[in-house]
């Protein structure tokens, strides 16, 4: 429909019939659907035997944003921001690191942005360059929502009024226009994040950690209520002489509902037993996405040497980490211990952290 909207200006049920190779019932049911839900408009009326003709009623993507969602950490949230287009997302990480506001760190993986922030209500200058065109005033918990305050004008002030409430995990949005600039405010869910590690989970004749760790993500995320964030490989100290490969772990993050996070977590080590190929697995699973200290010391240590088996599960019990399996437990709390590094450090085990 899009397709012939552009090249043609407008479509009858047969065009869309043969274009989509279907019959002409299913065409005429998507047209009839489309149409009650005002996707499409009718340009003109049936004739005689001339029949009816539609169009989009606009070529625009109804939205870039594909997932909006937030965690919560202590008085700290990060902000998730999937985008259909790695540009917008960097577009957005740059005017939000220059409106600065609440913001206290932004990283962007491909189209995903990811904003660490601190509550409060803050006061930012919007406008045309070189000021910010768009940034957070405020943000703060709501019993069990997040709600952030942006400002912004031009490109984003349409992305504000037009896509954002479209996006998965967005649950209410309003806005204020004064003059060019626009305000709004976003509801979302305050979400849990899970940080899971995954190691020795391949043997010497098959399988692999990081495809493992792939499977699990998806696994999860496909429940109802599951957000997927992301996937890291860590190479820990090669010199180790029980390695499979190169001595690697894998990480996954997720964010999940409150009330489902016990049962999330039966479910990841119910599915790395069951599916390793390995007797020496080894799951963590820590709740929240801030490092102790003690934490992100372990992971310097994992890099450079060998770590005993009785460390690990000492700090994990300390951290309130849940650790399960056998030797696979020290690169399993590694990948956590590692988990908010660039990749290039991730994989560089003689780059100093």
Known sequence: MHQMTVEHGSFTVQDLQRVASVPRSTSQDWISRLYHEECIIQVSPPHGRIPARYALRSILPRTACRRIFTCVDKDTIEIFHECMSSACAAFCAYHHQLAQGPVLGIQRDGTTLRECVQTG?????????????????????????????????????????????RAEGVREISIEQRGSIVEG????????????????????????????????????????????????????????QQ???????????????????????RKIIRFVSDASLSDSWGVAIKTGFILSDELRNYGKAVRRRVVAESYARELAA??????????????????????????????????EI
């Open 318 to 351: 300390n951290e309130d980490i849940c650790l399960q399996g056998g030797r696979g437990c020290i690169g399993a709390l590694g990948a956590i211990a590692l988990s908010d590094l660039d990749h290039t450090t991730l994989l560089n085990p003689a780059i």
């Open 121 to 165: 209500i803050y006061d930012i200058d919007i406008g045309l360059f070189p000021l910010p065109a768009v940034g957070i005033t405020g943000i703060w918990i709501d019993e069990t929502d997040v709600v952030q305050r942006i400002r912004c004008t031009g490109g984003p002030a349409y992305s504000l009024t037009e896509m954002m409430g």
């Open 185 to 240: 405010t976003i509801r979302t869910r305050k979400l849990v994040h899970l940080c899971i590690g995954i190691d020795d989970t391949d043997s010497n004749t098959g399988g692999a950690t990081f495809a493992l760790a792939l499977a699990l993500l998806q696994y999860i995320c496909s429940v109802p209520g599951h957000y997927p964030i992301g996937h890291h490989v860590a190479m820990l100290f090669p010199g180790i």
């Open 243 to 265: 390695k499979t490969g190169g001595n690697s772990c894998s990480g996954i993050e997720i964010a999940g509902e409150p009330g489902e996070i016990a049962d999330t977590k």
